[in-house]
């Protein structure tokens, strides 16, 4: 039988080993990813950054602790993310988390850093109060310094990586957006224009007689064009797809309005030909889906505005494996066409975004009964394009890069009055498409890297009913496989010590 001192040896021991491993594990912090999605593993484009970092970087995060659990969940993550790149770094990047708390001088830095504290909601008791918190971080390069305010979510990595790289390159890579064809002006895509400006220099760009003037821009997005292309301005993307550039093209087929008198028609502007003689046609109709968002209707008798399906507005969430469509979950699109590969072409070419499996089309002009009951036999079709990547000899080039859209306000918020708030994935969508044709660091796979909804909405009836009971069920079965074996492990050890010569 063990003595006394034994048994206090032996529950030292165990506690100095626990004190030495929390030691050890904040100093040299790793963990095994099991996602799917490896949302845990950094990126080889965030270890490449890492790796090659021009000059020593300091992190500094400012981040409340105890203000709310999902706050200190957060800086929990930021905390292991910022352990892992001074590893990668071997020393060249530092960091330090600082709880401000009470403590007015550490919160007069704070402030003078750039770091304003937030005002977030914490549940006391039955009510949700605001509270103050901190959670924001200084990054600085040398000269250079970069703020990050209000971290949360889970794009972690793309936000600190994307970051350090801004402050690694010199020369910003130009995206010019094309103007003169009754295009929407730069101001009014503000929240693409906010991600690009972490990579890119952005520019609207007119097209003249010389395509001299196109070719510094890396790629040339031209987002909903109104007015005709003369052909000479077409020649000039020949030219420019020919020297190897990357075209990105957003176009509406048809022109829509629904106040008043709803109706569409088709809208030509002489863009729809050029692409068709590359062999990629974006007809002019109008894809309609089952799964669609909705509009407001005023109804007789009732004082305010009823919901009702619209299927002229897809919501799409049937996305190819690639680089641009990579962890998004759903866009949404007004009045968009249909994308039909045509005729022999020497380019690869990807659907990246089809429509659901109930979905049809219907012929331009088309006056809309917004009220109209939509029947199964409405949507005989499935799987129609709105969106493609093309690859290869598109115009001469064996190295052309093209993406094209059948809708072109997608990711158009408007300007003023007119402006509104995008998902956050039709942004991310046209962002992804620029980085994919413009960017060579790989810093697109991190955008949307993170936890993706996996709705039950989509499953058997008959696998809800099971997962549900799993989830319910799965905790107290393992509890009472536990005690059954601590209850058995108890036995044992009373019928050993029932034998003769136990000591």
């Known amino acids: 039988m063990k003595t006394k001192s034994q048994i206090t040896y032996y529950l ?13 594990s904040d100093r040299f912090f790793f963990r095994l990813d099991m996602t799917e999605d490896k949302r845990y593993t950094l990126s080889d484009a965030t270890k ?3 790796i090659n970092l021009p000059q020593p970087v300091t992190i500094t995060a400012y981040f409340s602790e105890g203000a709310s659990p999902e706050l200190d969940r957060t800086r929990r993550k930021v905390k292991e993310l910022l352990v892992e790149y001074s590893n990668i770094s071997k020393g060249d990047l530092v960091f330090e988390m600082i709880d401000p708390g009470e403590n007015q001088e550490i919160i007069q830095q704070a402030q003078e850093d750039g770091i304003q504290p937030r005002l ?30 209000g971290i949360q979510g889970s794009e972690l990595e793309y936000l600190f990586s994307s970051t350090i790289k801004k402050m690694t390159v010199t020369d910003k890579p130009v995206i010019g957006f094309l103007q003169g ?18 990579m890119y220099e952005t520019e609207a760009v007119n097209q003249v007689d010389s395509v001299n003037e196109l070719m510094k821009y890396k790629t040339i997005a031209i987002v909903a064009p109104t007015d005709s292309f003369p052909p000479s301005h077409l020649n000039q993307l020949d030219e420019y797809l020919a020297a190897g550039n990357k075209l990105l093209i957003a176009i509406n087929r048809v022109d829509a309005r629904l106040r008043q008198n709803p109706y569409g028609e088709e809208l030509t502007t002489g863009l729809e030909g050029w692409l068709a003689e590359k062999g990629i046609t974006v007809e002019g109709n109008f894809v309609i889906d089952a799964q669609c968002g909705a509009v407001n209707v005023q109804q007789q008798g009732i004082p305010f505005p009823v919901q009702m399906s619209f299927p002229y507005l897809p919501r799409l969430s049937n996305f190819a494996d690639h680089p641009i469509t990579k962890g998004l979950e759903e866009v949404m699109m007004n009045f968009a066409s249909s994308i039909v590969l045509s005729g022999d072409t020497t380019f690869s070419y990807t659907p990246l975004v089809k429509t659901s499996d109930k979905t049809g089309t219907e012929a331009a ?14 949507f005989p079709l499935s799987n129609i394009p709105v969106a493609a990547a093309l690859e290869g000899n598109i115009a001469g080039s064996p190295n052309a890069q093209m993406v094209v859209f059948s809708d072109g306000d997608f990711a158009v918020n408007g300007e ?26 790989g810093l697109i796979e991190l955008r949307t890297k993170g936890a993706q909804m996996r709705p039950l909405d989509n499953v058997e009836q008959s696998r809800q009913t099971f997962l549900k009971y799993l989830n319910f069920f799965l905790p107290v079965i393992v509890v009472v496989i ?16 029932m034998e003769e010569g136990y000591v």
């Open 12 to 24: 030292l021991l165990i506690f100095g080993i626990i004190i030495l491993v929390n030691i050890l």
């Open 365 to 378: 002009p088309k006056y809309f009964n917004i009220q109209r009951e939509w029947m199964e036999s409405d």
């Open 48 to 50: 490449e950054i890492l």
């Open 416 to 441: 003023g009055q007119q402006g509104g708030q995008l998902p956050a994935d039709n942004v991310n969508l046209f962002v992804n498409a620029v980085d994919w044709l413009s960017d060579d660091t």
């Open 482 to 497: 536990i005690g059954l074996i601590r209850l058995q492990m108890r036995q044992n050890l009373r019928v050993k010590r």
């Open 120 to 149: 977030i909601p914490v549940q006391d008791k039955n009510l949700t109060v605001p509270k103050e918190a901190y959670l924001g971080a200084v990054i600085k390069m040398g000269r250079q310094k970069e703020v990050l305010t």
């Open 181 to 198: 064809h009754g295009e929407p002006r730069i101001q009014a895509m503000s929240q693409a224009q906010q991600l690009l400006s972490v």
